[in-house]
């Protein structure tokens, strides 16, 4: 265990560039009081930025949930239905689909994010459908969607290996994965809380793949669902360590647990504290990793500034639509304009980015601010409403 006057010097190293072990990023997130361990994740960022440090980013785009039906039954997850709850369990046609991504556009939105349960019947070929067919319509929407745990369920429904999987949903119009279902990746706390899913050993080899296989992605984390501090830099570790192989990983997203309509009973949220002291060390930890999202959505506003003072070089997405975490009690929402705000108060120019971070607008003179206030968050749950969409949207999709 590091002493405590070591501290300053493991944080310094850090600081200045040098990588830390996982022994030392531990000591750092228990015991580093909180203002240094943000002031050496900010120095990593500026560095990491110089040219384009007072810039941070935001990405405009929808979630589109296309069943909650789901063989895997997470046990934080309010989203799902069994496949025999046939009242609660819903799934989205085509048509539907189409028109979501027709509103997208419209809305200036550039990516999709295709979340969904892990149906029983569906396999590679629905995702090749579909994913043709929103390519077809759309070319200029970026389909950067699912990720290691719907490859493997594809790939078992559909009898192929998951490199086969992989290729053949890429060339239907798969840009990028999401790294959804990383949750968390050592086994005992993954083991807890999603029992029936794949291995976190297994959720990085498929995202390994992935990566040679051309295909990129994001990479997340659940906190909050009781798993230890060495368990929460353990999944850190296993990720750094794919990463100095692949080089695949664009970011990394820790977010909370949102405690509502599951069956975890008894767990507790990670603390707002915890969450800025993990935004702070991935961004000290994760030397091989560009970009470090804060996540407002389920930490609230001030809380997503405050990331962008502890290492986050982004802020996410605007969503247009999302049911998944809603569902489980995720509260905030937002619009445009108060994420150019919001990002402003904290010091920073907002820059709308596309998915590979290329900014798109800086909005760097607030004269020129965009006016379209529907460019709004969506925070309602599509399976309680019946999968009506937002009323902004129905307006534009009537007008
Ligand atoms: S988190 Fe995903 S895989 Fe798990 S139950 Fe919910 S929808 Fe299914």
Not at 142 to 166: F, N, Q
Not at 237 to 258: K, L, N, S
Not at 264 to 289: P, S
Request: net charge negative; with cysteine.
């Amino acid at each position: 265990m590091t002493e405590k006057a070591d501290l300053q010097s493991v944080l310094d190293r850090a600081a200045a560039g040098g990588r830390i072990t996982p022994e030392e990023a531990l000591d750092l997130y228990r015991d580093a009081p909180l203002h240094a361990l943000g002031a050496a994740a900010d120095a990593v960022r500026r560095r990491k930025y110089a040219g384009t440090e007072h810039i941070a980013t935001y990405i405009i785009e929808r979630n589109i949930n296309y069943t909650n039906v789901c063989v895997t039954a997470c046990k934080f997850c309010a989203f799902y239905a069994a496949p025999k709850d046939t009242a609660k369990g819903w799934t989205r046609d085509l048509d539907d689909i189409l028109r979501r991504c027709a509103e997208t556009v419209e809305l200036g939105g550039t990516q999709i994010m295709f979340q969904g349960g892990h149906h029983p019947d569906y396999g590679v070929e629905y995702y090749e459908k579909h994913f043709a067919a929103i390519k077809k319509e759309f070319p200029q929407l970026v389909i950067h969607s699912l990720g290691a745990s719907e490859v493997e369920h594809m790939a078992r429904i559909s009898k192929v290996p998951v490199e086969e999987a992989i290729t053949r949903i890429h060339r239907a119009g798969l840009d990028s994965f999401a790294g959804a279902g990383a949750e968390l990746l050592p086994e005992r706390p993954r083991k807890a809380i999603a029992p029936l899913k794949e291995s976190g050993e297994r959720w990085l080899e498929i995202m390994e793949i992935a990566h040679k296989l051309g295909v990129e992605s994001t990479s997340t984390m659940l906190m909050g669902t009781g798993e230890t501090n060495a368990e929460r830099i353990e999944h850190l570790r296993m990720i750094r360590e794919v990463q100095d192989r692949t080089g695949g990983f664009r970011a990394f997203i820790p977010y909370t647990y949102q405690p509502e309509n599951n069956h975890l009973k008894g767990r507790t949220q990670a603390t707002l504290f915890e969450y800025l002291r993990m935004i702070a060390i991935a961004r000290l930890f994760l030397d091989n990793v560009q970009h470090i999202q804060g996540s407002w959505l389920t930490t609230g506003k001030e809380v997503g500034q405050l990331s962008l003072h502890y290492g986050a070089d982004d802020l996410g997405s605007i969503m247009l639509e999302e049911n998944v975490v809603s569902s489980a009690g995720a509260k905030h929402r937002s619009n445009r304009l108060e994420i150019i705000d919001l990002i402003r108060k904290a010091g920073r120019v907002p820059a709308q980015r596309s998915t590979t971070y290329e900014h798109l607008v800086v909005h760097d003179d607030p004269a020129n601010d965009p006016v379209d206030e529907r460019v709004m968050s969506h925070i309602s749950s599509t399976a309680i409403e019946g999968g009506t969409a937002h009323p902004e949207l129905k307006l534009l999709a009537s007008n």
